[in-house]
Each structure stands twice: as C-alpha cells, then as structure tokens.
Nanobody, 116 residues
Framework: QVQLVESGGGFVQPGGSLRLSCLAS????????MRWYRQAPGKEREWVAV????????YYLESVQGRFTISRDNEKNMVYLEMNSLKPEDTAVYYC?????????WGQGTQVTVSS
C-alpha cells in the first residue's frame, strides 16, 4: 500500500522556522522525484520545491528561493522541507508528492500557519 505521510506543520510567527517531513512507503522511493506543493485557502495548489532521485538537484518556487530547503534521505524513505524566515503568505496546507512518469502519489497534507 502506497503511503506518503507528512508531519511537522503548525503555527509559527513571521520570521520563524518549521521543518516538514514526509515518510514514504509502499513504492521504490529512491526512483521517484519528490516534490512539495502547497495550497492556500481559495487558491490553486502550487508547486514549491522539487528534488531529484539522488538528491543532487533541487529547484524552488521563486518566492521561497533562499528561505526553503528541500532534502531527502533515500535510506529512510524521507523527504524534508526546511522553511525559514516564514511569511504570512506561506500559510497553506503543504503536500508531499512522489512522481515517476505515469505514477504519482500524494500525501494527505499538513497545515502551516504563519501569523502574529
């Protein structure tokens, strides 16, 4: 059974930090490109960050570049999103995504709220 389980969301003040984690199971994790998406209230889901299978290549949404870092541990089947200097506009449900050609899996999401 394929599962992606996110954790680490919560409430944080502007300027704060959070680290999201995603534990994968039920598929060949190391063969999949991993991505983080987010969806704010009333908005469409948007891509935030992507990491290659070996973890050597990463890309980011321009608005999070320099503040967020995606990483993965293929031995632990984990992908992470380190989020620093958080802003109110980062408030959203964050989703973990695994992609390989025609296979794509999603987690259930974890809420991140940035507010004073």
């Amino acid at each position: 059974q394929v599962q992606l389980v996110e954790s680490g969301g919560g409430f944080v003040q502007p300027g704060g930090s959070l680290r999201l984690s995603c534990l994968a199971s039920g598929f060949a994790f190391g063969s999949y490109i991993m991505r983080w998406y987010r969806q704010a209230p009333g908005k469409e889901r948007e891509w935030v960050a992507v990491i290659s299978t070996a973890g050597t290549t990463t890309y980011y949404l321009e608005s999070v570049q320099g503040r967020f870092t995606i990483s993965r541990d293929n031995e632990k089947n984990m992908v992470y999103l380190e989020m620093n200097s958080l802003k109110p506009e980062d408030t959203a449900v964050y989703y973990c995504n695994a992609w390989l050609s025609r296979d794509e899996y999603w987690g259930q999401g974890t809420q991140v709220t940035v507010s004073s």
